[in-house]
């Protein structure tokens, strides 16, 4: 960094640079350590959710609608998965006896495209036969696996906290520098139109904002929409505390030393003033992403989000809507799991870096 | 006030207009109504004008305090908007009157017994709380109410002929109450947290210390001193709570059928009846923009330091 005051070797010795002392700090904190280790599981999973998922998304089996979880069971030393067969009223089933095949690893089975580009059909683990399925978590209405779906629609929705925060926050950043930088009428008209997104109830604005577009989008289309409508509400909140803090920056004498050196304002705001928040926008970014998460999840609840039969957490929660789903196959619920761990192992981590930026503590 | 409200009038007016297709695309299907009549009817709703101009034709009616008719509910939007915008309402303000009685009460005790169980136990329950979606808990209450009965599961207040007044307000309260709780269990983990560092704050301050110096009892230090100076900052995160509420309101309405303002927007919004769902958005600011401007009045009232201009 050009910015950075030298630092002689002998002092380098005894002080540790603030990234240090906050990696320091933060491994103190048990709890966020924890979150943030679930998270690179979580995210680990995601991306490998074709190879870990024992189906693929789609694949149907509608013998086995609503099918309990079914896990394998211990036989000597093999795991085996029993087979069964709906009983003739509704969705019970029993076990057929004798009648089991051995689990195995690394099984062939669904093809599926590993990172999104690499083709390939194995899988974790199986029985490789689809008359003997392993549902960890039960079947939904058409027997599509809920575990593997779960691990499907975890892509998207781990995928839509990142990338929505990514784009809400480095707008959000430019915006609220500029309008703190320039001050005077920029500022007020800026400031104002954020007041006006944030004065709309968040899910109000969504739905205004989902119906600008139009019906019968791709599935990828949709990501992308899902993505720019809650980024389009996000990077406002960000731009008014940024420009707050510009407000300040911006009298500091190091932007006026940049400013005699005949620098560009845009290199001034992006390269002197916005590295200066990093501190309070990597605590407020983690902080954020859960209600990146919970907004996909309330889009494609509501279906106008993910359409089936692609999966996504949401889209799997509206199965339980139905009251009486919901009474007798209650592991259609399964998602809110999902959610609920992502989301507690976000505000972990969140509540952890915030504490261990905070300097003025120790 | 009333320039955010245009605003955010013109805002949704421009994305309604962005949509592909109004309320009568679906209705160009049906064999039996001739194209005539749709055009009548365009003409007559102003759908065939630009949107601009469909802005101000709508603008000036509600300026009469007239929401047009509802395509969609063959009805006055205006009798609709109200009925909902009034139900949300009673909604928002029992979750919230739940949500304080319970946050205040915990975060006290748990700033006040600091690192005791009750604190490490509820700062838990909060965590808890604010990392559970209102979908998860809206679908759980209504397994619950499936299960024993007690409440009905989801719906509005049934028709309320041949009953007493009583009876209906029973009826009314007896639906709501189970969404009230549900949104006001996803308030309570914000409102305790803010409690519980607000007292602490005070409780450091130095007047704290000079009234146990003067030898006043602890009860009468915390209640009687303290409490008072921490819950005005409490006012503040008031209309941040709100507009939480309000959105957390739309889910619930949604889950359990409770006849709300949200619930209308999405229904406005699958029946492609733009000016209902406009008229929704600007209803729900207007509550939130009200609901701050009397958290800035009561924050004025209780701090003598504030002005307002």
């Known amino acids: 960094m050009e910015t950075a005051e030298p630092i002689s070797i002998a002092e380098a010795k005894f002080t540790l640079s603030p990234g240090q002392l906050f990696w320091q700090r933060l491994k103190r904190r048990k709890i966020a350590v924890a979150g943030g280790v679930i998270l690179i599981f979580l995210y680990a999973v995601a991306l490998t959710a074709g190879f870990v998922a024992p189906f693929y998304y789609d694949h149907l089996n509608t013998d086995y609608s609503f099918h309990p979880p079914l896990w394998p069971r211990l036989s000597g030393f093999h795991l085996i998965v029993p087979r069964t067969e709906a009983q003739a009223d509704g969705f019970v089933y029993h076990e057929l006896p004798n009648d089991t095949k051995p689990l195995h690893f690394f099984v062939c089975g669904d093809k599926y495209k590993l990172f999104g580009f690499i083709p390939a059909s194995i899988h974790l683990f199986g029985t490789g036969d689809s008359n003997y399925p392993v549902y960890l978590l039960g079947a939904d209405q058409f027997g599509r696996d809920v575990f593997s779906r779960i691990l499907y629609g975890s892509q998207i929705s781990l995928s839509i906290g990142i990338i929505g925060i990514a784009l809400s926050f480095a707008f959000g950043m430019i915006i609220g520098g500029i309008s703190g930088y320039f001050a005077g009428s920029t500022d007020t008209v800026i400031m104002r139109l954020c007041e006006l997104i944030m004065s709309i109830p968040a899910l109000y604005l969504i739905i205004s904002l989902r119906a600008a577009f139009p019906p019968g989008m791709s599935s990828s289309e949709i990501y992308a929409m899902i993505v720019v409508i809650l980024s389009f509400i996000g990077w406002a909140s960000m731009a008014r505390v940024i420009r707050g803090m510009t407000l300040s920056l911006r009298e500091q004498q190091f932007v006026l030393a940049a400013r005699a050196l005949g620098q560009s304002h845009l290199k001034i705001i992006c390269r002197h003033i916005l590295p200066n928040t990093f501190s309070y926008v990597i605590v407020a970014a983690t902080l954020s992403v859960p209600y990146y998460i919970l907004g996909e999840v309330v889009l494609s609840f509501l279906g106008v989000g993910i359409q089936e039969p692609q999966a996504s957490w949401g889209n799997m929660l509206s199965a339980a809507e139905d009251v009486q789903y919901l009474q007798n196959y209650p592991w259609l619920l399964a998602p809110s799991a999902a959610i609920f761990v992502t989301v507690l192992a976000f505000n972990f981590l969140g509540d952890g870096l915030r504490d261990a930026a905070d300097t003025k503590s120790l | ?309």
């Open chain 2, 1 to 309: 006030m009333i320039p955010l409200l245009l605003g955010v009038s013109l805002l949704t007016f421009l994305l309604m207009s962005l949509a592909p297709g109004n309320y009568f695309t679906a209705l160009k299907q049906n064999p039996q109504v001739s194209p005539e009549t749709i055009a009548r009817l365009q003409a007559q709703f102003h759908l065939d004008k630009p949107w601009y101009l469909q802005y101000f034709y709508w603008l000036a009616n509600v300026l009469r305090g007239n929401f047009g008719y509802s395509m969609a509910y063959k009805i006055s939007a205006t009798s609709l908007i109200f009925s909902r915008l009034w139900n949300t309402f009673t909604l928002s303000l029992l979750a919230m009157v739940i949500a304080w009685t319970i946050a205040i009460p915990l975060g006290v005790s748990a700033a006040v017994k600091r690192d005791s169980w009750i604190d490490r136990g509820s700062s838990l329950i909060a965590f808890v709380g604010l990392s559970i979606s209102e979908i998860v808990l809206a679908l759980l209450a209504m397994w619950f109410a499936a299960v024993t009965g007690w409440f009905p599961i989801g719906g509005a207040p049934g028709p309320s002929f041949g009953l007493s007044a009583m009876q209906q307000f029973g009826d009314y309260l007896h639906h709501l109450i189970l969404p009230a709780l549900v949104l006001a269990a996803s308030d309570i983990a914000g409102i305790m947290r803010q409690m519980r560092s607000n007292l602490l704050d005070t409780l450091r301050a130095e007047y704290i210390t000079a009234a146990r110096a003067r030898g006043l009892g602890e009860g009468w230090v915390i209640y009687k001193h303290a409490l008072r100076n921490a819950i005005n900052p409490l006012l503040t995160i008031f209309g941040y709570s709100l507009a939480s509420l309000l959105s957390g309101a739309f889910i619930v309405e949604n889950i359990m059928a409770w006849p709300g303002l949200g619930r209308l927007t999405m229904e406005a919004f699958f029946a492609k009846d733009s000016y209902l769902v406009v008229d929704c958005v600007v209803m729900a600011t207007a509550l939130l923009v009200i609901g701050n401007f009397i958290a800035d009045l009561l924050l004025a009232w209780s701090d003598p330091r504030i002005r307002l201009e």
